[in-house]
């Protein structure tokens, strides 16, 4: 059995569940609604506040799904109670960002400035001039922004420079050294 999948997901209060035909699920609460079609293999039931996930049979394929069908529901239910953020820094001289209405504008050292538009659900946050907050209430679409925002201008491992996740390490190497 499944260790994830197992495990029943709690619906807080406010928080709306409707299971549609074909396993389209709508998650309506505080902070908007999402909607996500999951397998249609998978039996998901939602019964005195939670919602449970059980798997026809132990086909490998069937097992796959458990747990992935369990952990994007628990996700939906979080994204629209707290949400979801990450949160880039800008490191390098010259390197900064700036908000103007929905266009994020990046100077990342190129002989332009890169322009990106804020995607339907997601919203970026600038904090200084070196520290990008994307948030949102889709998982997915948040990770993904941030890592399109990162490849913009990923770190380098000799200086640091470029546009890191504030939690993420950059091994650093040793530069060249002078012939004597």
């Given at each position: 059995?499944?260790?994830?999948?197992?495990?029943?997901?709690?619906?807080?209060?406010?928080?709306?569940?409707?299971?549609?035909?074909?396993n389209?699920?709508?998650?309506?609460?505080?902070?908007?609604?999402?909607?996500?079609?999951?397998?249609?293999?998978?039996?998901?039931?939602?019964?005195a506040?939670?919602?449970?996930?059980?798997?026809?049979?132990?086909?490998?394929?069937?097992?796959?799904?458990?747990?992935?069908?369990?952990?994007?529901?628990?996700?939906?239910?979080?994204?629209v109670?707290?949400?979801?953020?990450?949160?880039?820094?800008?490191?390098?001289?010259?390197?900064?960002?700036?908000?103007?209405?929905?266009?994020?504008?990046?100077?990342?050292?190129?002989?332009?400035?890169?322009?990106?538009?804020?995607?339907?659900?997601?919203?970026?946050?600038?904090?200084?001039?070196?520290?990008?907050?994307?948030?949102?209430?889709?998982?997915?679409?948040?990770g993904?922004?941030?890592?399109?925002?990162?490849?913009?201008?990923?770190?380098?491992?000799?200086?640091?420079?470029?546009?890191k996740?504030?939690?993420?390490?950059?091994?650093?190497?040793?530069?060249?050294?002078?012939?004597?």
């Open positions: 059995m499944s260790r994830i999948g197992k495990l029943p997901v709690a619906v807080p209060a406010g928080v709306e569940v409707k299971l549609g035909e074909e389209l699920l709508t998650i309506k609460g505080p902070k908007g609604t999402l909607e996500r079609k999951l397998s249609a293999d998978m039996n998901i039931a939602v019964e506040g939670q919602i449970v996930v059980t798997r026809p049979s132990d086909l490998k394929k069937h097992r796959a799904l458990h747990g992935l069908t369990r952990t994007l529901i628990y996700n939906m239910v979080v994204g109670t707290e949400g979801y953020e990450k949160t880039l820094e800008i490191n390098g001289v010259g390197y900064r960002a700036a908000k103007s209405g929905k266009k994020l504008t990046l100077t990342l050292g190129y002989s332009h400035p890169v322009e990106m538009e804020d995607p339907a659900g997601i919203e970026t946050i600038v904090e200084g001039t070196n520290k990008i907050i994307v948030k949102g209430i889709d998982k997915e679409k948040v993904q922004f941030a890592a399109e925002i990162r490849t913009k201008r990923p770190p380098e491992p000799y200086k640091g420079k470029g546009i996740y504030s939690d993420e390490h950059i091994r650093r190497k040793v530069g060249k050294t002078g012939k004597k």
